[in-house]
């Protein structure tokens, strides 16, 4: 079955950096636009990042520009979030999403004030 695997998430304090993993699992990944997506608890999924074939084209929500940067290596199969200047509003789970693939089981990150 096609679906995605995140990894990457953990702890980190107000102003640090992780960098999140979205690795496709029996597909290849470079045929689709791929987009981040977190989910703050008792809300839905919300868009905050996404990078077309190639990495031609990348979008990000207001709430990250500037600080979120996505990036794909092909290669590998995967895409990356580097997140820098995480602050708490950040804490939640984060979940990566191709048109053809399933939901993850997506990845928690939690950032300490």
């Known amino acids: 079955q096609a679906r995605t695997v995140e990894s990457g998430g953990g702890l980190a304090q107000s102003g640090g950096s992780l960098t999140l993993s979205c690795a496709a699992s029996g597909f290849s990944l470079k045929e689709y636009t791929v987009t981040w997506y977190k989910e703050p608890l008792g809300r839905g999924r919300a868009p905050l990042a996404s990078i077309t074939q190639m990495g031609a084209s990348t979008d990000y929500a207001d709430s990250v520009k500037g600080r979120f940067k996505i990036t794909r290596d092909d290669t590998k199969n995967t895409v990356y979030l580097q997140m820098n200047n995480l602050q708490p509003a950040d804490t939640t789970d984060y979940y990566c999403?191709?048109?053809?693939?399933?939901w993850g089981q997506g990845t928690h990150v939690t950032v300490s004030s």
């Open positions: 999403y191709t048109p053809f693939s399933s």
